[in-house]
Antibody, heavy 118, light 107 residues
């Protein structure tokens, strides 16, 4: 079974940093497009960032310059480094897989909650 | 950026009745459209891709139609477990974008 498991969420002060992890099992992170999608409390889904199988990245304007996606192939894990955090970055962060030529999100992880507050 | 608009924002349907959800794209996405179901407190789950193909394990009462800019998700005979928020999403271009969701409630 293909699974993604996020971790690393928590409470952080505005301006602070946090690193989220997304561990893959039953699938290989570096052969897929791997995205981060977030959901503010009571709101809809917002795509945040992607790492392509090539290692290239692309970010939503709302996080460009503050967030960085990376991966560790030896651990089959995707990361999201979040710096200069703002209150509006609060929410549940999901990782999700896209396959080449099958570019819908499936599967999704269970999500990890990030709260930015003083 | 392709803007996805869903309507209605919410609807209340009796068990066994049909629910029809709409999604509109600001530019043509061809058939590069997915629908997701999100139950309270859970991660989204893929329902349909290619606008009309059911994902693995999805019941036949879920169907999709449309192409270009206008899409529809139909739940033919609503069950209590279908209470959820439903999102459409385009995957023809970056950034990937979602509709704001339609909440389906059971009367």
């Amino acid at each position: 079974e293909e699974q993604l498991v996020e971790s690393g969420g928590g409470l952080v002060q505005p301006g602070g940093s946090l690193r989220l992890s997304c561990a893959g099992s039953g699938l290989t992170v570096n052969t897929n497009y791997m995205s981060w999608v977030r959901q503010a409390p009571g709101k809809g889904l917002e795509w945040v960032a992607v790492m392509y199988s090539s290692g290239g990245t692309y970010y939503a304007d709302s996080v460009k310059g503050r967030f960085t996606v990376s991966r560790d192939d030896s651990k089959n894990t995707l990361y999201l480094q979040m710096n200069s955090l703002r209150a509006e970055d609060s929410g549940v962060y999901y990782c999700a897989r896209e396959r080449w030529m099958n570019n819908w999100f499936d599967p999704w992880g269970q999500g990890t909650l990030v709260t930015v507050s003083s | 950026e392709i803007v996805m608009t869903q309507f209605p924002a919410s609807l209340s349907v009796s068990p066994g009745d049909r629910a029809t959800l709409s999604c509109r794209a600001s530019l043509s996405v061809s058939s590069n459209l997915a629908w997701y179901q999100q139950k309270r407190g859970q991660a989204p789950r893929l329902l349909l891709y290619g606008a009309s193909t059911r994902a693995s394990g999805i019941p036949a009462r879920f169907s999709g139609s449309g192409s270009g800019t206008e899409f529809t998700l139909t739940i033919s005979s609503l069950q209590s477990e279908d209470s959820a928020v439903y999102y459409c999403q385009q995957y023809v271009d970056w950034p990937r974008t979602f509709g704001q969701g339609t909440r389906v409630e059971i009367k």
